[in-house]
T-cell receptor, first 118, second 112 residues
Framework: GAGVSQTPSNKVTEKGKYVELRCDPI?????LYWYRQSLGQGPEFLIY????????DSGLPNDRFFAVRPEGSVSTLKIQRTERGDSAVYLC????????????????FGPGTRLLVL | AQKITQTQPGMFVQEKEAVTLDCTYD???????LFWYKQPSSGEMIFLIY??????QNATEGRYSLNFQKARKSANLVISASQLGDSAMYFC?????????FGQGTRLTINP
């Protein structure tokens, strides 16, 4: 079956602009996660959705970052007034369980969106 | 807070040899899960293997096995009979709540 897909694969923007990054999870997966990976680092958690609601947004760095998942499937990560420090790979993952799920629940990742802010 | 430490920035191994990638963790949660992911140059994170904190036996998945030593808080990945296609970044991660906490990663290079 189809895996997690993310669009665009690459995005170049200018400082101060607004960007949207899209994630399409594996069909039927109720949990969706966003991570950010800077060069040479491991991914860092941003936000987690269980269904349509953000269950944990503690990783969002500031109020310029916002994410939605209005129908419980596709999610969009929105970054306002982009800064050069926002340049990174943004990874999306999904898993079959979420609420009360066991620690064995495996997160499956998409290919990521490489964001470059000039 | 949960923390994952991978102390080997890079590893170089001859093809067909076994290799061990180190991972230590820190958590106060009694229940947690440990994962290993492979990230080739294409960038996608590929799930390799999982170990639960209450699992009595070490996890195995084909050529991958996890050497889980709970008292030492270590979860090393062992790759047997390495192949050229194993060259990639490898990340150890922990899940205690819903999110994953990753280490810095180890870059593995398999030489022919």
């Amino acid at each position: 079956g189809a895996g997690v897909s993310q669009t665009p694969s690459n995005k170049v923007t200018e400082k101060g602009k607004y960007v949207e990054l899209r994630c399409d999870p594996i069909s039927g997966h109720t949990a969706l996660y966003w991570y950010r990976q800077s060069l040479g680092q491991g991914p860092e958690f941003l936000i987690y959705f269980q269904g349509t609601g953000a269950a944990d947004d503690s990783g969002l760095p500031n109020d310029r970052f916002f994410a939605v998942r209005p129908e419980g499937s596709v999610s969009t990560l929105k970054i306002q007034r982009t800064e050069r420090g926002d340049s990174a790979v943004y990874l999306c993952a999904s898993s079959a369980l979420g609420r009360g799920g066991s620690n064995q629940e495996t997160q499956y990742f998409g290919p990521g969106t490489r964001l470059l802010v000039l | 807070a949960q923390k994952i430490t991978q102390t080997q920035p890079g590893m170089f191994v001859q093809e067909k040899e076994a290799v061990t990638l180190d991972c230590t963790y820190d958590t106060s949660d009694p229940s947690y899960g440990l994962f290993w992911y492979k990230q080739p140059s294409s960038g996608e994170m590929i799930f390799l293997i999982y170990q639960g904190s209450y699992d009595q036996q070490n996890a195995t998945e084909g050529r991958y096995s996890l050497n889980f030593q709970k008292a030492r808080k270590s979860a090393n990945l062992v790759i047997s009979a390495s192949q050229l296609g194993d060259s990639a970044m490898y990340f150890c991660a922990m899940r205690g709540s819903q999110k994953l906490v990753f280490g810095q990663g180890t870059r593995l290079t398999i030489n022919p």
